[in-house]
Every structure is written in C-alpha cells, then in structure tokens.
C-alpha cells in the first residue's frame, strides 16, 4: 500500500505540469501585468524613444542647417575679402598714380626753379659783366692817359676827350675780337 500511494502521491505531484487552478491565476495574473505594462509602461518607451529619434534627426538636420550657414557665411567672407582685396589694389593703384603725378609735379616745379636760378644767374653774371667792363674802360682809360701823358709829356686832363677816346678805342678792340671769333666758328 505504501508502495501504491507513493505511485499516487508521484502521479499528482508533477513539477512540469501544473494544476488547473493554478494555472488558470497564472494566466491572468500574465495578461493583467502584460495589460498594464502595455498601457503605462509601453507608450512612455515609445514617447522616450520618438523623443531620442526627433533629437537625433533634428540635430542632423541642425547640424545641416549650421554647416549650410557656416558655408554661407564662408563664401559671403571669401566674397568680402576678395572685394576687399580689389579695394585695395584700387586704392595702391591710385595712391601710385598720385605719387607719380606728384614726382612729375616737383619735377616740373624743380625745372622752372632751376631756370630761374640759371636766368637770374644769368642776369647777375650780365651785370657784373656790364660793371666789370665799366670798370674797366674807367681803370684801362685812366692808364691809358696816364701813359700817353709821360709819352708826350704834357697832361691830357680833358675827362670828356679822354672818355671819347678810350671808348672809341675799346670798341674798335670788341670790334675786332668778335670778327676774329665769327671767322674762327
């Protein structure tokens, strides 16, 4: 008999098969927990989730954005330095153009000091010639009637006679000095 309950008793005692009772409350107990994880738990995994997907689209879409503007802004400032740069040729270009037309200027204005200072020069050298050669007669003829009053012995005192004279002589002595300098050219 011992034998035959424990038959019995190993017969109903089957680990791998539970009791109707059992699992009838395990069943329900499964489709109330997965009824609740299906409404609370599941729709905030898929809000964390579509908020993780919206993050990761739209900072690549703002990532797109920036480096179109960054590219934007990079063409607009290669455009400015190259104006800038034309901009600056333009204004060493005219800058040298102006030095140019003030080297030509203080040039021009050197010249015509240089001629002024030649001609007045001239005009001083004119003068000095002319008060040299006045000089001259006056020392020349006053040698001159000294000499000639030793020579014949009697004083030639006559200023008007002796300037007539000196003068007369003078200009014949020019005279000739000019037309042996026209036959020598």
């Known amino acids: 008999m011992l034998l035959a309950a424990a038959n019995l008793a190993a017969e109903d005692f089957n680990p791998l098969i539970p009791k109707a009772p059992e699992l009838i409350i ?3 107990c499964f489709f109330v927990v997965f009824g609740l994880l299906g409404k609370k738990l599941l729709p905030s ?18 990532a797109d954005a920036a480096q179109a503007e960054a590219q934007a802004l ?3 400032y290669r455009a400015e330095l190259a104006e800038a740069r034309h901009e600056a040729a333009r204004i060493t270009e005219h800058a040298r153009e102006q030095g140019a037309a003030l080297i030509s200027e203080m040039r021009e204005e050197g010249q015509r000091q240089r001629e002024a200072i030649v001609a007045a020069g001239h005009a001083q050298i004119e003068a000095d010639k002319k008060q040299a050669t006045a000089a001259l007669r006056q020392d020349v003829g006053s ?7 030793r020579i014949v012995g009697e004083s030639l005192e006559d200023a008007a006679r002796q300037t007539g004279v000196v003068d007369r002589f003078l200009d014949d002595l020019e005279a000739k000095a000019a037309a042996s300098a026209a036959v020598a050219k």
């Not at 964390?48 to 990761?56: H, K, Y």
Request: no cysteine; charged share 30%; hydrophobic share 45%.
């Open 143 to 149: 040698l001159a009637t000294q000499l000639a009053s």
């Open 74 to 76: 990079l063409e607009q």
């Open 45 to 62: 995994i898929e809000k964390v989730l579509a908020e993780r997907r919206d993050m990761i689209e739209g900072g690549m879409e703002r």
């Open 26 to 28: 395990g069943l329900i």
